[in-house]
């Protein structure tokens, strides 16, 4: 089974920047972050395929970006110029090209505040 593990959250500023890191076991499955904010519903952030197409949240394009490195099966999410409302929960997600079966990693949080 898919092992997804993540890392990188923390406490920043308004404007600040924040790196967001998640290891997956394969590198043929399409891969996206989502996020989580208290009494909402798990949103889309970003979402990258194996070949590197990606697809951005209208409210993050233009600051986040997501990447990743086949070879070392790791995917990222490079936040900046972070706003308040980004405060939630970002998971990682990865989803198997046919079958469509998908994974969760546990979650890390990023709370954006003065």
């Known amino acids: 089974q898919v092992k997804l593990v993540e890392s990188g959250g923390g406490l920043v500023q308004p404007g600040g920047s924040l790196r967001l890191s998640c290891a997956a076991s394969g590198s043929i499955y399409t891969m996206a972050w989502y996020r989580q904010a208290p009494g909402k519903q798990r949103a889309l952030v970003a979402s990258i395929t194996s070949g590197g197409d990606t697809t951005y949240a209208a409210s993050v394009k233009g600051r986040f970006t997501i990447s990743r490195d086949n070879a070392k099966n790791m995917m990222y999410l490079q936040m900046s110029n972070l706003r308040p409302e980004d405060t939630a929960v970002y998971y990682c997600?990865?989803?198997?090209?046919?079958?469509?079966?998908?994974?969760w990693g546990q979650g890390t949080q990023v709370t954006v505040s003065s």
């Open positions: 997600k990865a989803t198997h090209p046919w079958s469509q079966s998908f994974y």
